[in-house]
């Protein structure tokens, strides 16, 4: 049997929060998920259960933009993107090189999008699944749809309802990323996407690589506005600087949200690496996390 690795735990609530306003109710409700994460991979659960279950939770609360949350594009309704990616296999006592993603965009009807990129990464030979066919999909799949999109969708808990439609474009999606006792990493992503979006637009999200990583040494998740995360190379560019440049998970994440700064950008990300070390940055007012490290202290916080 190997030994045990550390285990650790990184979320955000996206990074669209504002100076001035009160997300104490969406603070309790990550440091809750963090504490119900914590008793998962304490348990042995695996990584990319664990996400999947914390960032369905975000989606069902209704508290942040994603799932419930979710905004209507300038066409006015609602499409989401979501994805999901692990490393490592499920047999723990192999250390093979194993990598999985699946990731689903521009969906109408889903509840779960999370599920549903889960779905996509386990039962098809794709990585990624859009439009009618996705759904299409999860039908087939027996995932939970929304049947009256205009009643289930609510503004989210720190937005006013005319921020909801408005041009200039704000945002807030949800995150998770773990480190199991097997050693493995996991990460994922879901969004309604940016207010004031055109339809049909698909920002980092469900852009595995973009929005969503985890190789064998680092896990990330992005928010903000991800016309830049693309640009600036997003959750893999966090990866890469590890693995590439020797930098610790504080400078790479720091670095990733320099560069969408550079380019005009705001946001932030969330890290672990394979040593259960966790890593927050962010540039806008702030951004809504919780999580643990290696010493298993619990924290949420915003600003
Ligand atoms: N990154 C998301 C997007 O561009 C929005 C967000 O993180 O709040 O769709």
Redesign the pocket.
């Known amino acids: 049997m190997p030994q045990s690795s550390p285990i650790a735990l990184a979320l955000h609530g996206?990074?669209?929060a504002r100076a001035g306003r009160d997300y104490s109710k969406a603070e309790d409700h990550l440091r809750q998920l963090a504490e119900q994460g914590r008793e998962m991979l304490s348990a042995g659960r695996n990584a990319v259960d664990t996400v999947e279950a914390l960032v369905v939770e975000m989606e069902a609360s209704g508290l942040y933009?994603a799932g419930k949350g979710a905004p209507p594009n300038k066409a006015g309704y609602a499409e989401l993107?979501a994805s999901i990616m692990a490393s490592g296999s499920d047999d723990r006592n192999t250390t093979a090189f194993a990598r999985n993603a699946g990731s689903i965009a521009a969906v109408k009807h889903l509840k779960y999008p999370i599920r549903a990129a889960r779905a996509v990464m386990d039962d098809t030979p794709h990585v990624m699944l859009v439009g009618r066919g996705a759904e299409n999909f999860c039908t087939q799949h027996g995932l939970e749809f929304v049947t009256d999109p205009a009643q289930y969708y609510v503004v989210p808990v720190g937005v006013l309802p005319e921020e909801m439609t408005q041009a200039e474009l704000g945002?807030?999606?949800v995150g998770a990323v773990a480190l199991d006792q097997a050693g493995r990493l996991a990460a994922a992503t879901s969004?309604g996407?940016?207010f004031g979006?055109l339809e049909g637009r698909v920002?980092?999200?469900p852009l595995v690589g973009s929005?969503t990583w985890a190789d064998e040494q680092v896990g990330a998740s992005?928010?903000?506005?991800?016309?830049y995360?693309i640009l600036a190379g997003g959750a893999q560019d966090v990866a890469s600087r590890v693995r590439y440049q020797g930098a610790t998970l504080n400078q790479a994440t720091a670095g990733l949200i320099k560069d969408v700064g550079r380019l005009g950008g705001d946001?932030g990300v969330i890290a672990v690496s394979r040593e259960g070390e966790v890593a927050f940055a962010w540039n806008s007012d702030g951004m809504k996390r919780a999580g643990f490290g290696p010493d298993q202290e619990l924290f949420a916080a915003t600003f």
């Open positions: 996206g990074a669209g933009i993107d945002h807030g999606t969004t996407g940016v979006k920002g980092d999200t929005g992005c928010t903000g506005l991800g016309e995360f946001g």
